[in-house]
């Protein structure tokens, strides 16, 4: 049976007057900016091409690896590690994730003055598009201190690692791949920024999603637990989406 949504989801698009708003209150320096795989889309990375999707990623390490080619990334990664060199995962990682150029959009976005940017991709596009655009951005990741940098601006924590300061004793944990890493002590939820997360969430006059698919159950799970923040609640998505992911988001905010 076909999927069949009312026509105000299916056409439900962010009108001028809507944009304007937003823009206004990010203006404000009291927005926050949260980041998925879609938002790098159309940079260039060191191998000139665009930074790998989960599955793409987990395909390429197959093939580093010279196995059988499997696109469930944490599967790979985790063989990987177990059978081949780190430092071999590592160089893949380097090449596909470390931006060189980004599109004047990135720049754009990144130039707005956000209370805090959060992100789950491991490229550092936004840093990169900032510097592009006379704008330090500082890239975090959950092992930084948020009591040291919670006041301040221009910070972008990776929630699942970043390029620029991934090292090879960091790809069993700190850097989300395998299953273990995902379970670890280190992860974003047993985390002292998952608190300041939450506190960002509330406080912020704005929350906007750009290419963020919202598979984070405990992401969804912050949202969904509180009803007020779908009304400040925006999801920048890519033109003619899955139904499925109109649905999913337009449960928690404006797509």
Request: glycine fraction near 6%.
């Amino acid at each position: 049976m076909k999927l069949s949504l009312p026509d105000s989801i299916i056409s439900q698009k962010i009108d001028p007057e809507t944009t304007e708003r937003v823009l206004s209150i990010i203006n404000t320096g009291r927005a926050i900016l949260f980041t998925g795989a879609g938002f790098s889309f159309g940079c260039e990375n060191v191998v000139k091409t665009t930074p790998p999707k989960a599955g793409e990623l987990a395909m390429l390490i197959s093939r580093k690896g010279k196995f059988e080619e499997d696109d469930d990334l944490t599967y790979v990664s985790d063989y990987f590690l177990n059978h081949r060199n780190k430092y071999d995962l590592l160089h893949l990682l380097k090449e596909n994730f470390t931006i060189i150029k980004t599109r004047t959009g990135h720049g754009k976005i990144s130039s707005l003055d956000w209370k805090r940017i959060y992100t789950t991709n491991y490229d550092d596009a936004i840093e990169k598009s900032g510097k592009d655009n006379n704008k330090i951005i500082y890239s975090l990741t959950v092992d930084d201190d948020p009591k040291e940098f919670y006041k301040k601006r221009n910070c972008c924590i990776h929630i699942n690692g970043s390029i620029s300061s991934v090292s090879e004793g960091d790809l069993d944990s700190k850097f989300k791949l395998t299953r273990t890493s995902y379970v670890s002590p280190d992860s974003f939820v047993n985390s002292p920024w998952y608190y300041y997360f939450k506190k960002d969430l509330e406080q912020s006059s704005a929350v906007v999603f750009i290419g963020y698919s919202l598979y984070d159950i405990d992401i969804e799970k912050l949202l969904f637990s509180s009803p007020t923040l779908k009304k400040k609640t925006y999801f920048i998505i890519e033109e003619n989406p899955p139904k499925k992911l109109l649905y999913t988001l337009s449960k928690y905010g404006y797509v």
